[in-house]
């Protein structure tokens, strides 16, 4: 099945861009994901790319998919202090939309 | 348009008890899942279903049962629980184009003593 890595943290001044980055394990997948989680909230699409692009681009956020390092990467652009959460990405296991496979999460903590 | 509601937001159960975790949404959306969202380790599948009266096992599902007798409901029920199961519990419901379309409750945070 699918497993997914992440890094757990990653702290950036405001202003500067910040990149998170994931590996995964299988390649089945349609879609990859990434989601983020405020503080006690539940989990937010941010955005997805679909497998067979290289990038994709959505106003401050940029992901870029290696496909053949198995690596997703989220890049924002300006980070503001709002962008503070947790982002994950996620994977389908065995290609199945409705079957996510999450990574651990990477904090991004914005300093002023 | 409420998405996706989960009830309760917090519960303390002892060890050995059973409750049920409600997760309701009004999209009428065909997929619902139930995930577990543990330190270090992000969220794990633990039942999903594709559809009323379809339901099936994720990564995680022993400890756990769910019904699916209505497309807007998918209880979760702990049937014994247990301090392994404490743990934040997030439903999750997607539309016919699968999981791009996904929304998140807003999570039940279960202690198990």
Redesign the interface.
Known sequence: ?ED?EQS?FLSVREGDSSVINCTYTDSSST?L?WYKQEPG?????LT?IFSNMDMKQDQRLTVLLNKKDKHLSLRIADTQTGDSAIY?C?G??GGA?????????TLLAVQP | NAGVTQTPKFQVLKTGQSMTLQCAQDMNHEYMSWYRQDPGMGLRLIHYSVGAGITDQGEVPNGYNVSRSTTEDFPLRLLSAAPSQTSVYFCASSGPRGITEAFFGQGTRLTVV
């Open positions: 099945g997914v757990l879609y994901y909230a539940g989990l937010q699409l997805y994950f996620a389908e296991d939309t409705n079957k996510l496979i999450f990574g651990t999460g």
